[in-house]
DNA sequence: GACATAAGTTGCATGGTATGCAAAGATGCA
DNA sequence: TGCATCTTTGCATACCATGCAACTTATGTC
């Protein structure tokens, strides 16, 4: 191996690179293809040959068609978990959680285009916004069980997972992005992403008054 | 006819009666037979054969097999609009969306064994969890939107459909009641749901801090 | 009450989605 | 090189989902 990927989880042997590339080849098509036909009409196969594999592989990497336009990165659960165990200490719950997507959502910017169809794909079929939830909430269960840690400090839980309200943070912030993109990618003129995304994480930590306007 | 139906929305002639019912005793079934061997496991032609009709009117009524699962009451959405456009005025919006669900889920819970089935059935397989943000999106836009009409006090929601404000508002509060019913799900013994409701509904009113213990 | 109309149900045909299995191909390591 | 492990692939199978046409059932009117 000459020459290090670039990204935090990346790395090991040619065929953990592979799998990646693989993975990430079909997310890429089946974002590009839904943006140019409706992801509707993008059908697996469709998907497996801009990609070069078979159909059958496809469904080595997604448990579900709409899996694929959905899980743009599958290691971001993973990095926000860590973010958000190694925040410190003087942050709230919600600003650590802030931070770690924070930070995510940056990074994900770097691919700008793709990124960006990326939202246009979810907002032009809300079915898939909402799928998110689902590919994501895995994820999230992942974000809550950070958060009972940090809180408790020691490498506890406490037995019967996280209690209500790291469940209901992660739940709450998944939501937060989620509106951020949608509304964001409705108006991709008006602001900036990150714009959007710390008025709402301001709104949340207000605890959502009614604006004065 | 003889005598009126119990429900808010209920009423009308035969015809709609018959489709009510024939929607019902499909959600129930679904539930049931879920609640029993596992979501994964029950096809649509046991749901259909169970509620005594083909799986093509199956069909008719449910746009996916998992919609059967996660939209008990079909209605719910328009009653819960209506109650957020009446709420008294000195209610918060948060407030005002916090009675409207309130009031939903009370009546839900008149049906307590179907109700604490459903839940059962959601926590069981998260997926379908998931899946209800996908069937409940649609409410929570029509929510959304009485809330922007309950903020601008006319009857204009500005054309560019509800603002920031209120579409994050209806989403946290989505995820508020999934997060509530997941946990209580978990918990039953322990706690009353609406207890739960509450709790998780003054978390968002003081901004999710950090709890004290 | 009989009729025309509208609405709901059903079976059939079709195509896409998803999984298990076993054979073939690639990679890692000694 | 040769063996163990992992990945890809094709095939068979079952289920999901939709359009269409034929049939049955309410509704309103005469």
Redesign the interface.
Known sequence: MQLMSEKGAAGGGLRERKKRATRAALSEAAVRLAAEHGAEKVTVEAISAAAGVSVRTFFNYFDSRDEAFVVIDADAGARMRHAVLEAPAHL???AALREAMAAELAEAEQQHELWRLHAEVLHAS??L???G???H??AE?DLADAIALR?RGDGDTGG??PG??P???A??A???V??SM??WS?HQEEAAFLD?FH??FT?????????SA
Do not use: C, F, Q
Not at 203 to 211: Q, S, T, V, W
């Open positions: 709230s719950p919600l809300p079915h916004l909402a799928r939830v689902g590919a909430m895995a269960a809180l019967d997972g209500l309200y469940r209901l943070l739940a709450v998944g939501a937060a989620r509106t949608d509304h409705a959007v008025e709402v709104l949340l930590a207000a605890g959502l008054p009614a604006p």
